[in-house]
């Protein structure tokens, strides 16, 4: 068995996949290894009963149309899979629950946007357009400035240093004013109300921060890149995506090895040279990358006596990110029946969303923001006719949850899962006693799952301090590389993306 490769990729989660997809395609000899047995990382389903339900994607970023094709879209084409997969464009961004009982719907387009929501909120007409000119120039300029230190150097940290140039105001004037600001600085000056910062602020649960620490340069980035690139689901889930790309890997003749974890990462003289698996079995290459967090790479993969000095206080500096309560929901009834109207819908309990985040650090769900999404609402046809198939979660900490016995663990659980339907059933009444299957998933499933500190579904904790310009992305061991939501920003489009960038930069090196 020839155990020698170019390339080793350590999970096969969306950046693992993409990485190695590229690699394979430019005629490199790639393995990826998967400890799981079924590729995606958070891209995955399982089923219950007749039912399959999507693990982690509420919606896909960076697809773009047909005849305005955005970066993720091209990227699936030229890896072959785009017509392999059924995509389903949703027409609105979310819908939000605010506590007064209202839900107000924010449409996937840039004017309908405006317009509704100043029909909804006559008052903050003028806040509501600055509001959208201040997303749709930030992008703008983050798009340029990142397109400019990308061709001035390699260097990782160009940026920062790009940042505190003579004349970048000038230039790059809407990051200058607001890319150092919190989602609430901002939205405190441009509004009066607080329901319609609560509504405009939604994306603060995909980075899993509060409004109050949330880097609003994220906010306003996420707000026009699902407006410009549509947000989309997949018909069949994530898990098609993941299934298709490696495929594609295999295609193109690289090895993708499931059930196979890596234990170790052999380092010699502070380089990379190879990984043994978890039946001990030696593998060499002359790049590893590893798709997990860093934390676990450098303290589970690597000997003590081979991390390099400096390395294991560098990463005291991030703060391991917070992971998810999630309940896996089908209904014997149509989405409209029970009066789900929007795919993505997120609930509040009072207007103080950050306070109500607190509640992240305990185990019950009675007062944090409920992220729901029924995918039955643009994909009928991709479930049993007349149900309704959904995921409705409270993002929480691990702490809480590590110190539970296995029988208090069972109790928590479920009484959790209780809260959340207690309080959908205020929105959506009946929705009790239509429930088919529920299955729920806590910090501890996806730590089992993804093997990620805390369990972690966001990596690294994304706030001001430590976001879009400062991820580490430092090397501290040679032909040792990282592609993950841990040292990018979290999500499924840019980490496919992502995955692509890396692999490109390694094939420019050879
Ligand atoms: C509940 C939930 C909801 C989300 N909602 C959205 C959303 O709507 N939109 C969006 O864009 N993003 C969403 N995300 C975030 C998004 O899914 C992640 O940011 C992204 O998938 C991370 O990809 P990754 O490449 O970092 O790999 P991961 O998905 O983290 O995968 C890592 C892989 O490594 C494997 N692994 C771990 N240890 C080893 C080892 N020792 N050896 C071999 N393999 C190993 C794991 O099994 C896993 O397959 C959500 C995530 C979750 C969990």
Not at 11 to 23: F, K, Q, R
Not at 98 to 104: F, I, N, Q, T, Y
Not at 361 to 378: F, M, Q, R
Request: aromatic fraction near 12%; hydrophobic fraction near 35%; include cysteine.
């Amino acid at each position: 068995m020839n155990n020698n490769y170019d390339v080793i990729v350590i999970g096969s989660g969306n950046a693992g996949l993409s990485l190695a997809t590229t690699m394979a395609q430019a005629g490199k000899s790639v393995a990826l290894f998967e400890k799981h047995n079924i590729p995606g990382g958070c891209g995955t389903s399982f089923c219950r009963g007749r039912f399959e339900f999507e693990v982690a994607l509420h919606q896909l970023s960076s697809m773009g149309t047909n005849v305005n094709p955005g970066p993720l879209r091209t990227l699936f084409k030229e890896y072959g899979i785009l017509d392999q997969i059924e995509w389903v464009e949703i027409d609105t961004l979310f819908s939000i629950n605010l506590p007064d009982g209202r839900s107000v719907s924010i449409p996937a387009d840039r004017e309908k946007a405006e317009k509704s929501l100043s029909e909804v909120f006559p008052e903050e007409k003028e806040g509501i357009l600055k509001y959208f000119e201040i997303c749709f120039n930030f992008y703008k300029e983050a798009s340029a400035f990142a397109a400019k230190s990308a061709q001035s150097t390699g260097e990782p940290s160009a940026m920062k240093k790009a940042i505190m140039k003579m004349g970048f105001p000038k230039i790059y004037p809407t990051l200058a004013k607001y890319g150092a600001r919190s989602t609430d600085e901002v939205l405190a000056e441009l509004f009066k109300g607080k329901e319609i910062q609560l509504c405009l602020s939604a994306y603060w649960c995909f980075m899993g921060v509060p409004p109050e620490k949330f880097p609003f340069s994220i906010l306003a980035q996420c707000t026009a890149i699902y407006i410009s690139d549509k947000p989309y689901y997949v018909r069949g889930g994530s898990q098609m995506m993941s299934q298709a790309l490696t495929e594609a890997i295999r295609k193109a003749g690289g090895e993708v090895k499931f059930n196979c974890g890596v234990d170790k990462i052999i380092v010699e003289n502070n380089v990379a040279v190879g990984v043994i698996d978890e039946n001990g079995v030696k593998y060499t290459a002359n790049q590893v990358v590893s798709n997990i967090s860093p934390t676990m790479t450098y303290n589970r993969l690597i000997e003590k006596e081979n991390l390099p000095e400096g390395v294991i206080d560098y990463f005291k500096n991030y703060e391991v990110g917070i992971s998810a309560l999630t309940c896996f929901i089908a209904l014997d009834c149509t989405p409209e029946e029970i009066g789900f109207k929007d795919s993505f819908n997120l609930t509040y309990n009072s207007l103080d969303a950050n306070g109500d985040f607190k509640n992240a650090y305990c185990l019950d769900s009675k007062i944090d923001p409920i992220v729901s999404t029924c995918y039955t609402v643009d994909d009928k046809d991709g479930y049993p006719a007349g149900t309704s198939v959904l995921t409705a979660g409270t993002l929480k900490f691990s702490e809480a949850w590590e110190k539970l016995t296995p029988e208090e663990y069972y109790d928590a659980k479920y009484a959790a899962a209780n809260d959340i339907v207690d309080r959908l059933e205020k929105f959506y009444p009946g929705f009790r006693s239509h429930i088919e299957e529920i299955e729920v998933a806590t910090p501890l499933t996806h730590m089992r799952y993804l093997g990620h500190p805390g369990g972690s579904i966001y990596g690294y904790e994304q706030n001001l301090k430590s976001s879009v310009f400062f991820f580490p992305q430092e090397t501290f061991i040679k032909n040792l590389e990282f592609a993950s939501g841990w040292v990018n920003t979290c999500g499924f489009g840019p980490n496919y993306l992502y995955g692509n960038k890396v692999a490109k930069k390694l094939l420019s090196e050879v």
